[in-house]
């Protein structure tokens, strides 16, 4: 397991800058409701993004920190949830591999469904790469009604459209129907 570091200041939110465009934004959402070792899920998210570079993932763009009640089952511990742009010179696969990497380093355990957990890295979307890639659906299925999801990529790229849905990330947010509690926070969960 990850330990945690030194605590360092969290950096404000970074806006995509575009200079890609959109159509290519790689996006990974990045949640936390059980702090594990860390003091608190903002250290522990702050670490797990520490590690994207030593697997290929240059983050571009961040969004603050979103927190949220648990969702299905409200008395679990609340989550602390944001979304990154990511530049990678991984495929779809290997993005997703780099992610498990990521999530069993920080004791992520697979168990039941929505469960608590130390970290959940999740493949929104790569580029405009839509269908089922080999069991790897693009972009994320649920990700489109989940504010604590489209909530934070509206904070750093509200114009990004939903290849399916055609939906732009502020449209998404403002009509989730789950995690509707969802806001960006200064605090620590």
């Known amino acids: 397991m990850e330990k945690p570091g030194s605590q360092q200041k969290v950096p404000p939110p970074v ?21 594990g070792v ?19 993932l240059d983050v571009v763009a961040r969004s603050s920190w979103w927190r949220s009640a648990a969702w299905p089952d409200p008395d679990d511990p609340p989550f602390l949830n944001g979304v990154v742009i990511v530049r990678t010179e991984h495929g779809p696969h290997e993005l997703m591999a780099a992610l498990g990497r990521i999530e069993e380093a920080f004791g992520r355990q697979r168990g039941a469904a929505n469960a608590p957990r130390t970290l959940d890295l999740d493949l929104i979307a790569y580029g405009r790469t839509t269908g ?58």
Do not use: S, Y
Not at 21 to 27: K, R
Not at 38 to 56: S, T
Not at 139 to 157: N, Q, S, T, Y
């Open 15 to 35: 806006p995509f800058d575009g200079a890609a465009g959109l159509d290519d934004a790689i996006v990974v959402a990045l949640g936390c409701n059980d702090c």
């Open 38 to 56: 860390w003091k608190d899920c903002r250290e522990a998210l702050e670490a797990a993004l520490a590690r994207f570079r030593a697997e290929g």
């Open 132 to 189: 089922d890639l080999d069991g790897l659906i693009l972009p994320h299925p649920r990700a489109a009604v989940r504010r604590f999801v489209m909530g934070p990529l509206a904070e750093i790229a509200p114009g990004w459209v939903n290849p399916l849905t055609e939906q732009t990330a502020a449209q998404a947010a403002d009509q989730a129907e789950v995690g509707c509690d969802a806001r960006p926070t200064t605090g620590t969960t």
